[in-house]
Structure formats: structure tokens, C-alpha cells
């Protein structure tokens, strides 16, 4: 049996959890390297000391579709790493949702916000935020683990959901992260949006150290597909 690197946490433990549920086995792309248990890379490209844990101001809920928890290329969970005491994890159901993940938002109510654009209906019936929440206690941010398609459609399809406000990432804290990191073309990462929502919420030094976090598995997740290439100095 190969020994975890790091303690695991809520992501880990619903991968386990889903796995053991799973009728069949998912097989991702690259499913026959060996990889490392706690960061998911091919083995010589494992960027486990890289971890450190701290403390985020902001709590996030990070809602999985099926299909998405068992990604080794999956960045959802870079959250869990460096955040592992404000950070849950729960599959998402459309009619069905877990009866802990209602007792979270129960317990955050009145501080939850979706991290999600703005829809004509959700601006319509007022339920689209253009500015955080005043910040006397930590805001829940949920965040919808999956491809841009599935994650629209577990917003729009889940009654339970329609309550909460959305929020979206400014246009000018998306023109900062291009000019700090990485060119992107606008599709960003899970743990990059993450990122820059730390950064408005004024949470300067985590947002900056998920941000480098994202780059480094970046880094080593093409190190761990080209094989031949070492990764970029973190």
C-alpha cells in the first residue's frame, strides 16, 4: 500500500468515498503511470514538498461533478491543499444533495455566494452579487468543479441552488492576474479563479500563494505528460 505524503482531506476523502460508490471504474488519460497518492503526478514528477498549508480568511465549498473529482489534472483541490480547515468537498446531485453539505450552507446562511458569471435570470430575480459581502465573518465561497458546460448546467438545474447569489470575478482583477501570471485566453483553472477571488476578498497573501501553488502543479502536470522535460523552477 503506498503512504499518503500529506494528511488527507476533504477532497482525498471523497475521491476514496466515490471510488468505493463507483459502479465502474473511472479511467482517466495516463491512468497506468504510477503516480503519487497525495498530488496525483507521475511519481518522478510529484510536487509534494511545494505544500504548505495555511489559514484562508474565506471558506470554500468546492461542489464536484462525478466526472471531474477523479482528474488527475483536476486543480479544485490545490484549495483543499493549502486550505485544508476552511475547505469541504461534496459531490454534486441535482435533487439529492448531501445532507452535510445542507447543514454547511444552514450554517453559513446569509454568507453564501456562488462563484459563478452572471446570468440574465439569476440579474433578473437579483440574485447576481457585483460586490462581495461585508466580511464580519468569513464568506462561504461555492465553487462548481467542472468543465465550463456541466458547471452551468448543475447551477441552472438545481433548485436548492437558486437562492444563493452568484458572484463573478471583476474584469480588472482578470486583467491583473494576465499581467502577474501566465497569458491566458481567458479560460482559467478552478484554483486560478480561486485565486483572484482571495485577491478582492483582500486575502493578498493567499491569493498569491494559491497562485504560485497553481503554477508549480501546472509545471510538473506537463512535466508528468512530456516526460522528457524537467519542470520549470518553482
Known sequence: MTTLKH???CVDRLRTQAKQDSRREFVARGANAQRCPSCLMASFACFC??????????????????????????????????????????????????PLLLERLK????????????????????THLTELP????????????ATWRLASKMLHQSRWLDSIPTFAIHDEAIRSFKVRH????????????????????????????LAQYYQTFNDHSMWSRRRQHSPKPT
Open 182 to 209: 501566465a497569458k491566458h485566453d481567458n479560460q482559467f483553472a478552478t484554483a486560478e479563479v480561486a485565486a483572484m477571488l482571495l485577491a478582492q476578498a483582500d486575502a493578498t497573501e493567499q491569493s498569491q500563494a
Open 49 to 98: 514538498d511545494q505544500r504548505q498549508a495555511q489559514t484562508s480568511p474565506v471558506h470554500f465549498t468546492l461542489l464536484y461533478h462525478y466526472t471531474e473529482i477523479h482528474k488527475p489534472t483536476n486543480s479544485g483541490r490545490l484549495i483543499a491543499d493549502l486550505f485544508p480547515k476552511q475547505t469541504e468537498a461534496y459531490i454534486w446531485s441535482r435533487t439529492e444533495p448531501e
Open 134 to 145: 461585508p466580511q464580519d465573518s468569513p464568506l462561504n465561497i461555492i465553487v462548481l468543479d
Open 107 to 126: 450554517a453559513h446562511q446569509g454568507r453564501n455566494v456562488i462563484l459563478f458569471p452572471g446570468t440574465d435570470k439569476r440579474e433578473a430575480a437579483g
Open 7 to 9: 494528511p488527507p482531506h
